[in-house]
């Protein structure tokens, strides 16, 4: 039986009644559009608030923990080798914050199929001198250039130049509310001290907001080698490596592999910040389930008006079966019929899919908490136009089917004898 | 003797709904090719129904029919599709034409499923049927827009596209008037003497049935004369 003869009746069938196709055709559309918009904008504020934390987290942290010594002297005791060990009042271990060895781990990092980049870091804790007030604040040492790399550092630079810090000798990147509080401009001189007492000058050359108020109000930035000055100490001194992954899945093994080769602290990113997975899944499956909500009662249209049409093609039906049509030739011509509204109602609300997305990607979105972003986030990724025409053609399948099977059941005789 | 191309034996029917009415009892005969058959009767004897089960239409009988000298009956619905598609052409009262398609399309739709000639082969076909019944300058028309004469001549051309074993028609000159009755029942002459094509005519016109070579007369569900 030829599939061409199906396809051309199906369609002067769908031809000869072109507003009902319309109709449930514009029903299909009209879903897969909301449906290709709600996930595409849910999928760019998941992207955008993910990345708020997620750019700016190393995939692995490596560093030095203060924490007691896990091997403490009475489990070398080899009377008590296989005793339980109770023992009280055990106190951190005197660590180096410094990570032993940083250049010769760097090196393997560079070497390292499995790592996009790394970025070296020093932490210390300061005070802001202003005035005969100090605000306590936080002095990281970075090199800026793999910082803005792999963590987008110089999206959130909201004012100056991030590469100064590198340029220009004693220089500082400060929080803009930091900065807010110290009354200061790029240009001028902020003082800090170190835990130590020691006081440095430094020139302010930008401002950078993250979107995290309390972040801004006590970060700020510098070279690393600023800071190791800072605080005196040698030029291999670094308290962090932040390596960013090819693929962010490996982080929790690549960790535990990290932390027994280099001997340090590894920390991947899944650990710490485990509810962002969380958020981000419960918010992409709430916009599934509209979305499919959506193309079920379009499913219910496209049902309502093949029962309709047949009810109205009966008599074609019936003399198609008399002059040799079997049922089952009946049904494919309504099921490709239901396909067909189902193909172009999807084809075109992919379109204004697109279309609609586009649009709201325009709109301005200004918050100050998302220095970067100025219109709304949209994420057009093209499974997501996949997944709608596929659904398309399944709810159209599924709506066709069973109108499909009660034309393939109408007895030619009873309507020819009813003439 | 000449070839079977129908033969029905003890054909019997009830319908059992509401109670069961026996409307078709011990039927039997035999059309043989070229034979130009009607089959008469006064409303309700059952030669309609008696039509619908030789056409295969309908399976629900007891009884053997033999079409070809194929046995048609407990074959399957699909089976039987074939059978009709390929053996049996189709003029029913009422035209039955697919309003969605032109004339020359509607002639042409049971040889596009039969599928045994390419597509151009059967237009060309279905426009020489469609000249032998004097309607040719028709085919690109829409099939609602030609007169209720002409129609049922598209019907009898699109009988005719598969080169049937045997025309069936149900009352085909019902709804015509004089001059279209005689010239559907010329074109049918015509078939049985030029063609040499088998007809099976059911009619309660007493004229229209005169003029065919065998009237098989049917009153209360049997055969009183053939």
Known sequence: ?419 | MSEKILEAIHINKSFRDPVTVKVLNDISFVVNKGEFVSVTGKSGCGKSTLLYILSTMDTDYEGKLFIDNIEMTGKKESELALVRNEKIGFVFQFHYLLNEFSVLKNVMLPGLKLNKYSVLEVEHRAIEKLKMLGIDHLANKPANMISGGEKQRVAIARALINDPHIIMGDEPTGNLDKKNSDIVFDIFQQLTQEFNQTLLIVTHDQTFADRTHRIIEMEDGRIIKQ
């Open chain 1, 1 to 419: 039986m030829s599939q061409n003869l199906i396809i051309s009746i199906a369609q002067s069938l769908l031809v000869a009644r072109w507003k009902q196709t319309l109709v449930a055709a514009i029903g299909v559309t009209f879903s897969i559009t909301m449906f290709i918009t709600l996930l595409s904008f849910m999928a760019g504020l998941n992207d955008l608030l993910d990345g708020l934390i997620l750019n700016r987290t190393p995939h692995i942290r490596l560093y030095n923990e203060v924490k007691p010594n896990s091997h403490q002297p009475i489990q070398s005791a080899p009377t008590y080798q296989n005793a339980y060990h109770f023992i009280h009042s055990v106190k951190s271990a005197n660590v180096r914050q410094s990570i032993y060895n940083s250049e010769a781990i760097m090196h393997a990092l560079k070497n390292d199929k499995q790592v996009l980049g790394y970025s070296p870091k020093i932490t210390a804790q300061v005070f802001f001198n202003d005035g005969n007030i100090d605000i306590t604040g936080i002095v990281n040492g970075i090199d800026v250039n793999a910082e803005s790399k792999l963590f987008h550092f110089n999206d959130y630079i909201v004012k100056g130049n991030g590469v100064d810090i590198n340029k220009v000798p004693n220089s500082i990147i400060l929080g803009i509310e930091l900065g807010k509080k110290l009354l200061v401009d790029i240009g001028d001189i902020v003082q800090l001290t170190t835990a130590k007492g020691e006081r440095f000058p430094l020139k302010v050359v930008g401002f950078f907001q993250s979107g995290i108020k309390d972040f801004d109000k006590v970060q700020s930035y510098t070279s690393v080698s600023t800071v190791q000055k800072i605080i005196g100490k040698p030029g291999d001194y670094i308290t962090d490596i932040q390596v960013k992954l090819i693929n962010i899945k490996d982080a929790p093994i690549v960790a535990k592999q990290y932390m027994q080769l280099f001997r340090a602290d590894a920390e991947d990113i899944q650990t710490a910040n485990a509810q962002f997975e969380t958020g981000s899944s419960v918010r992409t499956l709430i916009s599934y389930a509209v979305g499919i909500t959506l193309l079920i009662v379009a499913g219910f249209g496209i049902y309502n008006i093949l029962n309709m049409m047949i009810y109205e093609k009966m008599d074609s039906i019936a003399i198609l079966k008399a002059t040799g049509f079997s049922g089952r030739d009946v049904k494919r011509i309504f099921l490709v019929i239901a396909l067909g509204i189902g193909l172009f109602g999807g084809l075109l609300g992919l379109v204004c899919g697109l279309g609609l997305s586009a649009t709201i990607g325009t709109i301005p979105f200004n918050t100050a908490s998302l220095p970067t972003v100025k219109t709304y986030p949209i994420n057009y990724n093209p499974v997501f136009y996949l997944i709608g025409i596929v659904f398309s053609l399944i709810t159209t399948y599924l709506a066709g089917w069973f109108p499909a099977r009660k034309a393939s059941k109408i007895d030619p005789v009873i309507i020819i004898r009813g003439k």
